[in-house]
């Protein structure tokens, strides 16, 4: 167990819905970073925030957005979905900011039908 | 963009045999990280390499990082049942990733008894 949690761990919903992905991270973590990973896609890196600001962006498409909150849990929010978004999203977390070991919790798998 | 290659995609070993993966960045790396992904896992830390050259072990596992801090491998001794999983490299550049780690596609190891 990494520490760090994850919900909801399965959600199915259909194309053009939007959806919200939850992580909390490791107790004294700073950092949160969200990942996709598909089957032929490895991890592809979405979005960074440190302490509530957003530090980097990755492969994030327009239709995807996150935060932060103060309580340093964080929401990465999915709209108008379409089916090739279906997919597994960790968020990791660590304890300062980039450069350090990331802690990865257990997943969200996304399917879009 | 920055890119880190990983090969072999996948390997296939008997029990007891080695096993090696490598990881090629299309620019000079300021870290490595490797992780391991067990078959409905979630990535997890393994090490951390930050020196020219450096070389880590742990137990059967040995990690090196290139001279250049381009390359790096791993190399698995006598494999065991308890190896099988995916294995990835990720590279942090400072200067190109805006400190975030770009991750291999990873190599899939399977061990056959």
């Known amino acids: 167990d990494s520490g760090v949690t994850q919900t909801p761990k399965h959600l199915i919903t259909a194309t053009g819905q939007r959806v919200t992905l939850r992580c909390s991270p490791r107790?004294?973590?700073?950092?949160v970073y969200w990942y996709q990973q598909s089957l032929d896609q490895g991890l592809q890196f979405l979005i960074h925030?440190?302490?509530?600001?957003?530090?980097a962006k990755g492969n994030i498409l327009e239709r995807f957005s996150a935060q932060q909150f103060p309580d340093l849990h964080s929401e990465l929010n999915l709209s108008s979905l379409e089916l090739g978004d279906s997919a597994l999203y960790f968020c990791?977390?660590?304890?300062?900011?980039?450069?350090?070991?990331?802690?990865f919790g257990p997943g969200t798998r996304l399917t879009v039908t | 963009g920055q890119q880190v290659m990983q090969i072999p995609q996948y390997q296939h070993v008997q029990e007891g045999e080695d096993f090696t993966t490598y990881c090629n960045s299309s620019?000079?790396?300021?870290?490595i990280q490797w992780y391991k992904q067990r078959p409905g896992g979630h990535p997890v830390f393994l090490i951390q390499?930050?020196?020219?050259?450096e070389v880590k072990k742990q137990k059967r596992l040995t990690f090196q990082f290139g001279e250049a801090k381009k390359n790096s491998s791993l190399h698995i001794t006598a494999t065991q049942t308890t190896d099988v999983g995916t294995y990835f490299c990720?590279?942090?550049?400072?200067?190109?990733?805006?400190?975030?780690?770009?991750f291999g596609k990873g190599t899939k190891l399977s061990v056959k008894p």
């Open positions: 990791a977390s660590s304890v300062e900011d980039s450069g350090y070991e990331q802690y």
């Open positions: 107790s004294g973590d700073l950092s």
């Open positions: 925030y440190y302490n509530g600001e957003e530090r």
């Open positions: 620019t000079t790396l300021s870290n």
């Open positions: 390499l930050v020196k020219s050259g």
């Open positions: 990720a590279g942090i550049d400072y200067g190109g990733s805006q400190g975030n780690l770009i």
